[in-house]
């Protein structure tokens, strides 16, 4: 062994324990990705949103039942006629046949205030109307809880990539910290003659390259853990950090799935239902105002006439009515208005039916898809884990070769990109499988089990 590789040599034991812990990102509030989901269902915006509708729901409910309560109104009016209407009647009241004598009927202020009272008794269209509306709010309750769904897969997603993005910058700051190392002793070797320039300039071409992508994955990694807080719900300004791994589904996946043995308990699915029987009731409804209402109705009034502005002079009378009655009303003909208005709610029935059918389609389509690409990362792990242990070796040797003398740098240096390589291979397979399986519970809408 020559002096230049026994320095090298001594030089790499002094530095081999020397921390990593200065290169990464900035540390905070360590999230689980449990913790992340829980965080996210009890802050989205969208989700307080949904719940908002939600509620609106429930006081359109109680609404379309207020309209089969009875109703009260308070009337008042008042009434100033300058000139007040003359009519003719026929001259024999007053003796005089064949003509007619001008009289003047009212008076110039006239004022009337009462109650009104009015309460339906039947109306197809208003029971109708009230099974709609807790069709409504089954449908509101099945948005918020795809919502939360949409959220739970936005936030296991981004979290997914972020910690990826966490391992990938973990792996090149490792090997940029070994090319650290070896150029601090290429750069004294070369001090002293024991090292040719260009091999100290090899060495600092490749540790620029490493730190400009350690720079570039640093920022990533800040950029995907805002998109989190977002879809968490979290203040920017709140640090947190990534659990070093994750674990999505632990139980034995299914080699093939039926789209229609798993619709039921999607989210999605359900809601088109919901809607599809929303339109029925529709339909219903618009039949429903073929057929007669009846309401009562009564009214209790007070009116004064008077020829003078003393309305209220105790000592002049007022006179009541109190009037009780019912009212039937029977369409008979619309114009053909209900004809088309059924045959347009019948359209939205159709069209319901085929997002139904497209959706059945699209489930089936992501879970083939995500078994298949479950199935091949998985054997593309394995295949990227054995090659990452081979280079690890190849490394290993041409290290050892290279501080005996019997390597030349461009072999170590070879040898740390293919480890390199390998390392970021199998980062990028680990990330497809779990998005894969991510994207398998999606279809299989069992995305909740992940809160669970």
Do not use: C
Not at 270 to 288: F, H, P, R, V
Not at 417 to 432: I, M, S
């Amino acid at each position: 062994m020559n002096k230049k590789h026994l320095l090298l040599g001594l030089f790499l034991s002094l530095t081999a324990g020397s921390s990593f812990a200065q290169n990464q990102p900035q540390a905070g509030t360590t999230l689980s990705l449990k913790e992340a989901l829980t965080f996210a269902t009890a802050n989205n915006i969208s989700i307080q949103q949904s719940q908002l509708d939600e509620q609106g729901a429930e006081y359109k409910i109680k609404e379309t039942k207020g309209s089969g309560l009875p109703q009260i109104n308070g009337t008042g009016q008042l009434t100033v006629s300058p000139s007040i209407p003359t009519q003719l009647l026929p001259g024999e009241i007053i003796g005089e046949p064949g003509t007619y004598v001008p009289v003047k009927f009212g008076q110039k202020y006239n004022a009337t205030g009462g109650l009104e009272l009015s309460q339906l008794i039947f109306s197809k269209s208003y029971f109708v109307g009230l099974e709609a509306a807790a069709t409504t709010r089954d449908l509101y309750r099945l948005r918020t809880q795809m919502s939360k769904e949409d959220v739970l897969y936005n936030v296991s997603s981004a979290y997914l990539q972020a910690l990826q993005t966490k391992e990938q910058f973990n792996t090149i700051a490792a090997n940029y910290n070994r090319l650290v190392q070896l150029e601090k002793i290429l750069t004294l070797q070369y001090k002293n003659d024991f090292a040719k320039k260009v091999d100290v300039n090899r060495i600092t071409v490749n540790k620029t390259n490493l730190e400009n992508q350690r720079e570039a994955l640093a920022s990533t990694y800040e950029q995907q853990k805002n998109a989190l807080k977002f879809f968490m719900g979290m203040p920017m300004d709140q640090p947190i950090e990534l659990e070093e791994s994750t674990t999505l589904v632990t139980t034995v996946l299914p080699l093939t799935a039926n789209a229609n043995e798993v619709l039921a308990n999607r989210a999605d699915f359900k809601a088109l239902q919901t809607q599809k029987n929303l339109y029925g009731l529709n339909i219903s409804n618009i039949k429903g105002r073929a057929y007669p209402t009846l309401a009562g109705f009564g009214q209790y009034s007070y009116n004064a006439q008077r020829q003078e502005f003393n309305l209220f002079d105790t000592s002049q009378p007022w006179f009541n009515t109190f009037v009780l009655g019912l009212k039937l009303n029977v369409p008979i003909f619309d114009g053909f208005q209900r004809k088309y208005q059924t045959r347009q709610a019948e359209l939205e029935v159709k069209k319901t039916d085929l997002s139904i059918q497209n959706l059945t389609l699209n489930t089936q389509m992501s879970l083939d898809n995500a078994l298949k690409q479950i199935s091949t990362s998985e054997l593309s792990i394995e295949n990227q884990e054995r090659n990452v242990r081979m280079a690890q070796e190849v490394y290993d040797t041409t290290n050892k070769l290279y501080k005996e003398g019997l390597s030349p740098l461009t072999d170590l240096l070879d040898a740390e990109v293919a480890l390199r390589e390998a390392q970021t291979n199998v980062n990028n397979e680990r990330l497809k499988h779990k998005i894969a399986q991510l994207n398998y519970l999606k279809a299989r809408g069992e995305l909740s089990n992940l809160v669970q």
